[in-house]
């Protein structure tokens, strides 16, 4: 991962952008993952579609249904209990695990900074 910094005028760093390498074996199958999530973070709730290919579709309501099956601009990346998660307009990385006890369930971080994530498979 890389980083650019840039002085502020008031003297302080600002990060102008973040940049992350994923190469093509870190990208794995990991099926548990595949399917609608919803999101919850410090109150606020998204819904995200993790699809078979890699891609993910994030959205702020609820999908009329789980039989919907987008294919978004995103990405995700997982490795076993492991996933994730690249907004790349927005810049934002959060890293999921399951929970070992139930596996429709899963809690996060924000790579970038952020209050804990929880997620629920829909």
Same mark, same amino acid.
């Given at each position: *991962?890389?980083?650019? #910094?840039?002085?502020?005028?008031?003297?302080?760093?600002? &990060? $102008?952008?973040?940049?992350?390498?994923?190469?093509?074996?870190?990208? &794995?199958?990991? /099926?548990?993952?595949?399917?609608?999530? &919803?999101?919850?973070? !410090?109150?606020?709730?998204?819904?995200?579609?993790?699809?078979?290919?890699?891609? $993910?579709?994030?959205?702020?309501?609820? +999908?009329?249904?789980?039989?919907?099956?987008?294919?978004?601009?995103?990405?995700?990346? !997982?490795?076993?209990?492991? *996933? #994730?998660?690249?907004?790349? $307009?927005?810049?934002?990385?959060?890293?999921?695990?399951?929970? /070992? &006890?139930? +596996?429709?369930?899963?809690?996060?971080?924000?790579?970038?900074?952020? +209050? /804990? $994530?929880?997620?629920?498979? #829909?």
């Amino acid at each position: *991962m890389a980083r650019r #910094l840039r002085r502020d005028t008031a003297g302080g760093d600002r &990060q $102008l952008y973040s940049l992350f390498h994923i190469g093509i074996d870190d990208v &794995q199958a990991s /099926p548990g993952w595949i399917g609608w999530w &919803q999101i919850s973070q !410090a109150g606020s709730v998204k819904f995200i579609y993790v699809a078979a290919g890699g891609h $993910l579709t994030t959205r702020t309501t609820r +999908p009329p249904s789980t039989a919907a099956k987008p294919s978004g601009q995103d990405y995700w990346f !997982a490795e076993g209990d492991k *996933m #994730l998660t690249c907004i790349r $307009l927005r810049g934002i990385v959060d890293e999921f695990t399951l929970d /070992p &006890q139930d +596996p429709t369930s899963a809690t996060g971080v924000r790579v970038n900074g952020g +209050p /804990p $994530l929880t997620a629920k498979k #829909l």
